[in-house]
């Protein structure tokens, strides 16, 4: 499926035009380049949330998610005990997974001993050499690329759970480490 016009007429991904929601996230954020390690850190954690789920129902609940886990700041959550697991599973604003909510916070203690910028420069060290054909149509949108996987890899190897191939491929979406903005798409610029 190629581009298709949206409600201004403007051309956009597919995807993108179920719902006002995302719609707004497609045009503002979605392929753009996102740097620091607490920003990454959230996305991170939002993608280890979303599997199995749809995209939406993880951004309609981004600000509970941002609320619940102060604002994805690496060193608070670090400090995140028992009494905070047992009021993140409780928390209706969120995603009550056990293992996601245990795999976030183990995440956040794991980089809050690493060097400032150093999650930022592991996963910005994946992105694909530039120059990459834009796609044409969402077919030939990957769901898992050899950077992705190398990426899942190195992550899992430094001590970060929940994310494969799969996940890190969005996160690499997500971040503008690659542009998969179709061709035709209005919101498609160079990835970083």
Known sequence: MTALAGPDGGLRC?????????????????GRPVHGDDALYERLCLEAFQSGLSWLTILRRREGFRKAFADFEIA?????????????????RIIRNRAKI????????????????????????????????????????????????ALAKALKKAGIRFVGPTTAYALMQACGLVNDHLAACTARTPAA
């Open 102 to 149: 245990e795999a976030a916070l183990a995440n956040a203690r794991v980089l809050a001993q690493w060097e400032p910028g150093e999650l930022d420069e592991l996963i910005w060290s994946h992105a694909p050499e530039p120059g990459r054909p834009a796609p044409q149509d969402i077919s030939e949108v990957p769901a898992v690329t050899p950077e992705s996987t």
């Open 76 to 92: 608070a959550v670090a400090r995140y005990g028992d009494q905070d697991t047992a009021r993140l599973l409780s928390d209706e």
């Open 14 to 30: 597919p995807w993108a035009l179920s719902t006002e929601d995302y719609i707004a996230y497609h045009d503002t954020e979605w």
